[in-house]
């Protein structure tokens, strides 16, 4: 039972164009959110994240949009360049009053930027 | 210092044999996590460190999964009479403050593959 889907497993998007990546969740007690990008033969990187008191954090060509309600997220970049082509990562945790849980990852979403 | 540091990048043992795989986190780093990532799926949680106590073990598969962190920064996870269905990349993260509130910074991985 996936509490974390993404449910494009590929997006091709044109260079200079805006990239949307989309994400949802079902576990209502998820209160932070991340976006990490992974290249072949690599961990994962740390993008971007978005606590549940915000519904939107920009960073540069990076902005991640909250919708608590229907409990969706999604990822923009804009304007999208070649070395955006990468599998990213949606990634939820209900970390907060100091506990740790591990991370919940979606499957991942394969973005092309065309040249 | 460096980044995450994960050794061996690459694993091949027979059914039956013991595994050891070594994390090296962000030099200061207090929490760690392990994660197992499937072939076409985002990383799972296995289980989490603080300092050098294992506050969360919940994602470990079964009993012959092992992981360890006795001075509080290098950790180890042990696979005993490994399975063909324990083949995956184990992949270590590392981050600032006990929680995971804070980004988990990754490591590249160890692919382990069982014959």
Not at chain 1, 45 to 54: A, C, M, P, R, W
Request: proline fraction near 5%; glycine fraction near 10%; aromatic fraction near 10%.
């Amino acid at each position: 039972d996936q509490q974390v889907k993404q449910n494009s497993p590929s997006l091709s998007v044109q260079e200079g164009r805006i990239s949307i990546l989309n994400c949802d969740y079902t576990n209502s007690m998820f209160d932070y959110f991340l976006w990490y990008k992974k290249y072949p033969a690599e961990g994962p990187t740390f993008l971007i994240s978005i606590s549940s008191i915000k519904d939107k954090n920009e960073d540069g060509r990076f902005t991640v949009f909250l919708n608590k309600s229907a409990k969706h997220l999604s990822l923009h970049i804009v304007p999208s360049q070649p070395g955006d082509s990468a599998v990213y990562f949606c990634a939820a945790s209900k970390g907060s009053g100091g506990g740790a849980d591990g991370l919940t990852f979606g499957k991942g979403t394969h973005l092309i930027i065309q040249p | 210092g460096a980044g995450v540091s994960q050794s061996p990048r690459y694993k091949v043992a027979k059914r039956g044999q013991d595994v050891a795989l070594r994390c090296d986190p962000i030099s200061g780093h207090v929490s760690l996590f392990w994660y197992q990532q499937a072939l076409g799926q985002g990383p799972e949680f296995l289980t989490y460190f603080q300092n050098e106590a294992q506050l969360d073990k919940s994602g470990l598969p079964s009993d012959r999964f092992f992981a360890e962190r006795p001075e509080g920064s290098v950790s180890t996870l042990k696979i005993q009479r490994t399975q063909q269905e324990d083949s995956a990349v184990y992949l270590c993260a590392s981050s600032g403050v006990g929680g995971a509130r804070w980004p988990q910074h990754f490591g590249d991985g160890t692919r382990l593959s069982i014959l």
